[in-house]
């Protein structure tokens, strides 16, 4: 590529960084074209490579509680014990499954390349023998290079969703903590201290809560902060909000039910938030619905996830870039000691 081709590159991919609703940081606009998700997801994976790296690196597969220094306390997080026991043998299963699957196909693919390589060493065999019997035909030529064309290997990564356990058990995405949680809120810390967003004293709703530890994170610097999940969830968040949130401290926090789909309860809409703040995107349709009712036009929404299926987050932003303005953040800007290229952060603001 020529200068002035490497300038225009350069010019045209900073076109697409830009700044949307009450976040500071330039991100990385997705296109709303048809073909939008789609491209994204094929950076997204092509960079950051989800499947050749551990997941969970931040979070203890073992231990009942996260220990995480955030705003100048130490955080004591509780888990589910029936849960955690779930996600980790889950994930050792998945994580087994893969490596023998992983381990067969390079096998597979060694003995194809071998046969491949014998097919060459007859064929040229072949070709030496009918240049010396000219005139005769071998009908089998054909068909072996035919064969040799179609004799290719792509060794493929499988991702298997941690969060629907096989045997048709609920999943334990909000009874235990994922890396996206973990992620999302040492990124909201270090954009506050980095003055790239403003939480103190705005209003902030949290969808799908699980443990805590993004909402507790946002009431220590300066937010008035809902925490929501499903009914049988919110046990285990009003404990460690209890444990986590005792004596002064800049904001303030609320447990409250939400499903999402379904009708929001007034304290949540009115007055409209000024941030949400989710860390999954499953659930798409309903989350979308949930969004559509809870967002104004000065709401931003800061949504991460974890890299585990591309199919489901292809299908949210292809659904949500309808209606919103969807924005990756660049992991340059994440907290430099918690970054994972298994999560993924976007900012959404309403069209």
Same mark, same amino acid.
């Given at each position: 590529?020529?200068?002035?081709?490497?300038?225009?590159?350069?010019?045209?991919?900073?076109?697409?960084?830009?700044?949307?609703?009450?976040?500071?940081?330039?991100?990385?606009?997705?296109?709303?074209?048809?073909?939008?998700?789609?491209?994204?997801?094929?950076?997204?994976?092509?960079?950051?490579?989800?499947?050749?790296?551990?997941?969970?690196?931040?979070?203890?597969?073992?231990?009942?509680?996260?220990? +995480?220094?955030?705003?100048?306390?130490?955080?004591?997080?509780?888990?589910?014990?029936?849960?955690?026991?779930?996600?980790?043998?889950?994930?050792? +299963? &998945?994580?087994?499954?893969?490596?023998?699957?992983?381990?067969?196909?390079?096998?597979?693919?060694?003995?194809?390349?071998?046969?491949?390589?014998?097919?060459?060493?007859?064929?040229?065999?072949?070709?030496?023998? &009918?240049?010396?019997?000219?005139?005769?035909?071998?009908?089998?030529?054909?068909?072996?290079?035919?064969?040799?064309?179609?004799?290719?290997?792509?060794?493929?990564?499988?991702?298997?969703?941690?969060?629907?356990?096989?045997?048709?058990?609920?999943?334990?995405?909000?009874?235990? +903590?994922?890396?996206?949680?973990?992620? +999302?809120?040492?990124?909201?810390?270090?954009?506050?201290?980095?003055?790239?967003?403003?939480?103190?004293?705005?209003?902030?709703?949290?969808?799908?809560?699980?443990?805590?530890?993004?909402?507790?994170?946002?009431?220590?610097?300066?937010?008035?902060?809902?925490?929501?999940?499903?009914?049988?969830?919110?046990?285990?968040?009003?404990?460690?909000?209890?444990?986590?949130?005792?004596?002064?401290?800049?904001?303030?926090?609320?447990?409250?039910?939400?499903?999402?789909?379904?009708?929001?309860?007034?304290?949540?809409?009115?007055?409209?938030?000024?941030?949400?703040?989710?860390?999954?995107?499953?659930?798409?349709?309903?989350?979308?619905?949930?969004?559509?009712?809870?967002?104004?036009?000065?709401?931003?929404?800061?949504?991460?996830?974890?890299?585990?299926?591309?199919?489901?987050?292809?299908?949210?932003?292809?659904?949500?870039?309808?209606?919103?303005?969807?924005?990756?953040?660049?992991?340059?800007?994440?907290?430099?000691?918690?970054?994972?290229?298994?999560?993924?952060?976007?900012?959404?603001?309403?069209?």
């Amino acid at each position: 590529m020529g200068g002035d081709e490497e300038i225009a590159a350069a010019e045209e991919e900073e076109e697409k960084m830009v700044k949307i609703g009450a976040y500071g940081g330039r991100v990385r606009m997705v296109s709303s074209l048809e073909d939008g998700a789609a491209e994204e997801m094929l950076l997204l994976w092509g960079i950051q490579q989800p499947t050749l790296s551990k997941p969970n690196t931040f979070v203890s597969q073992s231990s009942l509680q996260l220990r +995480l220094d955030a705003c100048g306390r130490s955080l004591s997080i509780l888990q589910s014990p029936c849960s955690l026991s779930r996600r980790s043998s889950a994930m050792g +299963l &998945t994580q087994n499954v893969l490596d023998l699957m992983r381990k067969d196909l390079q096998e597979m693919k060694a003995i194809v390349e071998n046969m491949i390589e014998v097919s060459k060493r007859i064929n040229e065999s072949h070709n030496k023998f &009918t240049k010396m019997s000219k005139g005769v035909s071998f009908e089998s030529d054909e068909k072996l290079l035919e064969c040799q064309e179609k004799s290719s290997i792509e060794i493929l990564d499988f991702v298997v969703d941690e969060d629907k356990p096989s045997d048709g058990t609920p999943g334990v995405t909000g009874a235990v +903590l994922w890396d996206s949680g973990v992620v +999302l809120g040492k990124f909201v810390e270090h954009a506050v201290e980095s003055g790239m967003m403003v939480l103190r004293g705005k209003k902030v709703v949290e969808l799908g809560s699980g443990c805590g530890l993004v909402g507790c994170i946002a009431a220590l610097l300066g937010a008035e902060v809902i925490l929501t999940d499903l009914p049988d969830r919110l046990r285990l968040l009003k404990k460690n909000i209890e444990t986590n949130l005792d004596g002064d401290f800049r904001g303030s926090a609320a447990v409250n039910e939400l499903i999402w789909g379904e009708e929001l309860d007034t304290k949540l809409i009115e007055p409209l938030p000024d941030y949400d703040v989710i860390y999954s995107e499953g659930a798409v349709m309903d989350l979308l619905a949930t969004l559509r009712e809870l967002c104004g036009t000065q709401t931003t929404v800061i949504l991460a996830g974890e890299l585990r299926n591309d199919s489901v987050l292809e299908y949210f932003l292809e659904s949500a870039s309808k209606e919103f303005i969807v924005g990756r953040v660049d992991q340059g800007q994440w907290h430099p000691d918690y970054c994972s290229p298994r999560v993924v952060i976007y900012v959404l603001v309403k069209r």
